[in-house]
């Protein structure tokens, strides 16, 4: 890793397969202005949940001209500094967490009162997968999905010690269906300062079974769901499967055969072997209705750096709103106000068209 | 209250303003088949959730030639069979839940295993708001809104008595941007055979409140918002406020200014002022943004019918993806996959674009 600065004071981080690139040396000389900070987060007393609040945010650019995460190029100057790149990670610009600079303060544990709030601290990246413009996660080669999950895991590292992170979340979201406007194959990094709402309930799920069973629950899970109908892709190291009970109309969990808490802990062979799996898994999702790149999220489970970690298990799960040719899922009342999923396809159903033989031989 | 049936069983409730009107003795003459009943519900053991699995929905027809919602016209038959009707309310064709006839079991209390599923009872109800199939809930008369909460009072009644079903949830889907494909004026009900996720939230949430404090959470929030920079409109018995700690681009919250557990519970004087109401915070929504109706989901948050009744409260909750003139909000990875959520605009300043004077004059 090479680390550099941006004109604001950003900072970026080059990731390389070979030492001495010599990246960070490429000065970036937009005038930037200061940086822009997050806002605060305010304690929600009927979720015991914290909201951030990032009015800023509404002002980004929706469509910029020229791609900010192609590699700068004589005048046409990007975010990214170096003429050239192969894995490239920087602060974003217009963070929902951090950007003060230092490490804030976590929010407190307790609170009284209808209204709390807190800075909005911790940390939001952008993780740059290829300075090919054109490109796509899925078409990438597997040493280079490696790399990614190789600056993933070192990111991690870095923003669990900075103290004002509770939780590191990495993840992309594919697909103008789901409002992505920057197409460079990106993704990006999340330091929480509070463990989210779904990790929580994770974490007390395995707390509950561990109590109740002496067994570790995603073990459980693990030994349940392989060699079962849902198992889209499996190598030496990994398993990808829909679960029992999925609620996204395709969703995909890609699990490691052993407890890691995060990527940080990831052993070189997992990684390795992680890549190729994950590109069968984005092509078999492509594949399933021919002709339709399907849209997708896709982010890596990890266990929160204090408490609750050991309860916590790496894993990564991809879910898309496709629920047929042409068309998508909304999430509507019953999902977005009451939490009340409803599978449209069945989870049996949808597994079995990511089963499916590639009809283009693609695979 | 007048009851018909459909030609596959289902049972259709018509909601007069004046008795006699002898709507429920038309007959519907379609040959429909047998009814179509919903899946099973499956146990999520990494969220103590249960998920619906309704495999049939994915067939429903998106854009039908005729609107089923209109009233049957000669030779044209629709789900109404009466020429003509003020709200009518009847069992989805494609139910989520239900539809086998005679209510179904609840689920059991305490699950073991991986994979545990039960039939996903309970009742998936349609709510017509009008028999004008050009109109919008915001254009109707205050006696209709009234009218409309009168039929879903009594709705939550029955519901709630059948056995089946543990928490009753009526609401409105408004928009293409959030797939609504019928756009004759609907609404639906849920009658669910679990409290929901959110619901359960809530819940503990007030109940840890009134251990801590003697006092109800919810009354704490209203005395809280009440005078406050977010409220948009009120009056002798409402009050309708975005939130300290909203979620959506836009959020707003009516409340009533006592406690109700639900629907069934409220004075007809509330439900004779909550209209009025109700269509100002509507026309409101779409002034914010001059010349776009603004996409929402409206849902009545009700008590469950029982374990935790005591610590639930009437109110209903209006949220949209409109974060700006022809933008919405995408919930993407961080809300979708870890619940952690990120206000654009600000709460204050979603509130202010609602409490601005009306550019039309309209209110």
């Known amino acids: 890793m090479e680390t550099g600065g941006l004109a604001d004071g950003r900072q970026i981080h080059y990731f390389n397969t070979a030492p001495g690139a010599g990246r960070a040396s490429f000065a970036d000389k937009r005038d930037l202005g200061g940086r822009v900070s997050a806002g605060e987060i305010r304690y929600d007393v009927l979720r015991d949940e914290w909201v951030a609040v990032s009015a800023g945010r509404s002002d980004r650019p929706t469509l910029p001209v020229a791609c900010p995460l192609c590699p700068s190029d004589g005048e046409e100057l990007t975010e990214i500094p170096a003429p050239g790149y192969e894995v490239a990670v920087f602060e974003n610009r217009f963070p929902s967490f951090g950007g003060f600079g230092e490490p804030g303060p976590l929010p407190p544990a307790e609170v009284t009162g209808m209204e709390n709030a807190a800075p909005a601290s911790g ?61 460079h194959p990106h993704g990006q990094i999340y330091g929480y300062p509070y463990v989210t709402p779904q990790t929580r309930k994770h974490l007390d ?119 047929g040719p042409g068309k998508v899922k909304f999430l509507a009342s019953s999902e977005s106000v009451m939490g009340g ?18 009809p283009k031989g693609a695979l």
Chains 1, 2 share one sequence.
């Open 123 to 183: 940390r939001c990246e952008v993780v740059c997968f290829s300075d090919d413009h054109d490109s796509s996660l899925a078409d990438l080669s597997p040493e280079r999905v490696a790399l990614i999950v190789r600056a993933l895991a070192q990111r991690t590292a870095d923003l669990s010690a900075r103290g004002d992170v509770a939780q590191v979340f990495c993840f992309e979201n594919r697909g103008v269906e789901i409002g992505v406007t920057l197409h």
């Open 205 to 323: 799920a395995n707390k509950r079974h561990r109590a109740a069973t002496g067994r570790d629950l995603f073990d459980d899970i693990l030994e349940s769901e392989r060699g079962g109908p849902r198992v889209i892709a499996e190598n030496e190291h990994w398993i990808a499967f829909t679960p029992y009970a999925a609620r996204w109309p395709f969703e995909v969990h890609l699990y490691p055969d052993r407890r890691f808490a995060d990527l940080a802990e990831l052993p070189e062979e997992y990684i390795d072997s992680f890549a190729p799996l994950y590109l069968e898994v984005l092509k078999r999702c492509d594949n399933a209705y021919p002709g339709e790149q399907m849209p997708y999220m896709a982010g890596w489970h990890q266990a929160p750096v204090g408490e609750g970690r050991e309860f916590g298990r790496l894993r990564l799960e991809l879910v898309s709103i496709r629920r």
């Open 341 to 358: 999923w409803v599978h449209d396809l069945g989870p049996e159903t949808s597994a079995a068209l990511l089963q499916k033989d590639s």
